[in-house]
């Protein structure tokens, strides 16, 4: 289809935002209690993005690990 024609591309904004990003990390928590979890790790992309804010690139992979004690760890290629 002509570019004129196609729909507006999606916008992410609100994943992004840090505030919500850490209210996600906050409810993962108790779960996390519940099951006797030391920690959680998220590769997929969408995972990574929906805890994190990051969106690995389509050619690159990320982690994001939430420790038990709310502290998380993004491992990325290069930066975020």
């Known amino acids: 289809a002509p570019l004129a024609t196609r729909a507006p591309a999606r916008h992410h904004g609100p994943m992004v935002d840090p505030n919500l990003c850490r209210a996600r990390q906050a ?45 998380p760890w993004l491992c990325t290629a290069n930066r975020p």
Do not use: N
Not at 32 to 51: D, F, R
Not at 54 to 63: D, F, I, L, N
């Open 27 to 71: 409810r993962l928590l108790p779960e996390m209690q519940k099951l006797g979890l030391a920690a959680v790790v998220l590769s997929l992309p969408h995972h990574v993005y929906w805890l994190s804010g990051h969106r690995p690139a389509w050619q690159h992979h990320a982690a994001c690990i939430l420790f038990d004690d709310g502290r």
